[in-house]
């Protein structure tokens, strides 16, 4: 099965830089997603790694490390915009479901 | 596009009452979810339909049924509601076609049962 472990909340000021770490135990998956939700909203897909590495997408970057069983989402020069949950989730072989993280509160404060 | 549609976006319900969730995607999508996201739970899978005519249970799929009644829509079930229900819940669809399966969202229902 599939087990994905994120800290709970994080506050950060305009500008400032976070880190949001995923820690997964699962038998074998495709890659690491993550999903930014607003207060009130739905889930809206951010990035992917099928890979080991960095993958950049603007003010955001997502790392994933295969054999540390780890990935990180960030964020960078913060925008209150981006006040959100930050949900990481694998796509585990042989079916085409998403397991998510409990996810992480990112407040923004000027 | 209009994406993904859930009706309604609220409902109050007594205990014992059954109701039915609804949901229509029109991106030509194989595959449809639906997910409980309770605070400090994540979103939990209830049900998916990885293609048309399929059905299969989730991580939380008691007291609840689903029908995939052509390829746009996926209802969702209550027979009996329970306290326990009150959540909010997400529809969700993708093509299932790459690795990332990354998924579309509608905007919720959110469920109270009293």
């Known amino acids: 099965g599939q087990s994905l472990e994120q800290p709970s909340e994080v506050t950060a000021v305009e500008g400032a830089i976070v880190q949001i770490n995923c820690t997964y135990q699962t038998s074998g998956f495709y890659g690491l997603s993550w999903y930014q939700q607003h207060d009130g909203g739905a889930p809206t897909f951010l990035s992917y790694n099928g890979l080991d590495g960095l993958e950049e997408t603007g003010r955001f970057s997502s790392f994933l490390s295969r054999s540390d069983s780890y990935g990180y989402l960030l964020l960078q020069e913060l925008q209150m915009k981006d006040s959100a949950s930050y949900f990481c989730a694998v796509s585990p072989y042989g079916n085409n479901r998403l397991a998510f993280g409990k996810g992480n509160q990112v407040v923004v404060i000027p | 596009n209009a994406g993904v549609t859930q009706t309604p976006k609220f409902q109050v319900l007594k205990t014992g009452q059954s109701m039915t969730l609804q949901c229509a995607q029109d991106?030509?999508?194989?595959?449809m979810y639906w997910y409980r996201q309770d605070p400090g739970m994540g979103l939990r899978l209830i049900y998916y339909s990885a293609s048309e005519g399929t059905t299969d249970k989730g991580e939380v799929p008691n007291g609840y049924n689903v029908s995939r009644l052509n390829k746009r829509e996926f209802s969702l079930r209550l027979e009996s509601a329970a306290p326990s229900q009150t959540s909010v819940y997400f529809c969700?669809?993708?093509?299932?076609?790459?690795?990332?399966?990354?998924?579309?969202f509608g905007p919720g229902t959110r469920l109270t049962v009293l």
């Open positions: 969700a669809s993708t093509d299932g076609r790459t690795d990332y399966n990354e998924q579309f």
């Open positions: 991106m030509n999508h194989n595959s």
